[in-house]
T-cell receptor
Framework: DAEITQSPRHKITETGRQVTLACHQT?????MFWYRQDLGHGLRLIHY???????NKGEVSDGYSVSRSNTEDLPLTLESAASSQTSVYFC???????????FGPGTRLTVT | QKEVEQNSGPLSVPEGAIASLNCTYS??????FFWYRQYSGKSPELIMS????GDKEDGRFTAQLNKASQYVSLLIRDSQPSDSATYLC??????????FGPGTRLSVLP
């Protein structure tokens, strides 16, 4: 069955380290999204991509980057992890830009 | 400012009752609307999407959209304890991305 996966599911890292979170989908969706979810803020968009080699900044993109070299993957990189980036990160994908988004299981990141 | 608002709850209903969840949005350009369910520690799961005014039914769930009043609601009939979760409203503005509401926590009491 087609699916969307994220890895790792849990990660603890130190302040200042570079961290990459993986997102892989087998639905062949062109559109992929990264969100973070924090108590009191809900889901906030970090970066998104509408296709290979396309990337765009979302609402809370500072300190994060993405690259899209194929349809299946959109890795999220924290260039220099900060304690404020401790959060749960969700990847999502969709067929249409304005259509239903389907979420991965999430990655819980703790920055100490 | 694009905003999506929901009552944070918790909303408590007895088992078998109708749960009514509401969502208002600020941008009149919004074109598509979604309800997600999120269990504690899990990812959001799509329940319903609605694109035009009126009601849309799927099993025990009914989504209602009123673009003139800028609200969308979700009714859950015959509520079950397994429906206890946080319900997220998401709004897509034309040509732009989803904006999620903060979610409403629903508790269905046996």
């Amino acid at each position: 069955d087609a699916e969307i996966t994220q890895s790792p599911r849990h990660k603890i890292t130190e302040t200042g380290r570079q961290v990459t979170l993986a997102c892989h989908q087998t639905w062949n969706h062109n559109n992929m999204f990264w969100y973070r979810q924090d108590l009191g803020h809900g889901l906030r968009l970090i970066h998104y991509s509408y296709g290979v080699h396309d990337t765009n900044k979302g609402e809370v993109s500072d300190g994060y980057s993405v690259s899209r070299s194929n349809t299946e993957d959109l890795p999220l990189t924290l260039e220099s992890a900060a304690s404020s980036q401790t959060s749960v990160y969700f990847c999502a994908s969709s067929v249409n830009r304005a259509g239903e988004q389907y979420f991965g299981p999430g990655t819980r990141l703790t920055v100490t | 400012q694009k905003e999506v608002e929901q009552n944070s709850g918790p909303l408590s209903v007895p088992e078998g009752a109708i749960a009514s969840l509401n969502c208002t949005y600020s941008d009149r350009g919004s074109q598509s609307f979604f309800w997600y369910r999120q269990y504690s520690g899990k990812s959001p799961e799509l329940i319903m999407s609605i694109y035009s005014n009126g009601d849309k039914e799927d099993g025990r769930f009914t989504a209602q959209l009123n673009k003139a009043s800028q609200y969308v609601s979700l009714l859950i009939r015959d509520s079950q304890p397994s429906d206890s979760a946080t319900y997220l409203c998401a709004v897509n503005i034309a040509g732009q991305n989803f904006v999620f509401g903060p979610g409403t926590r629903l508790s269905v009491l046996p």
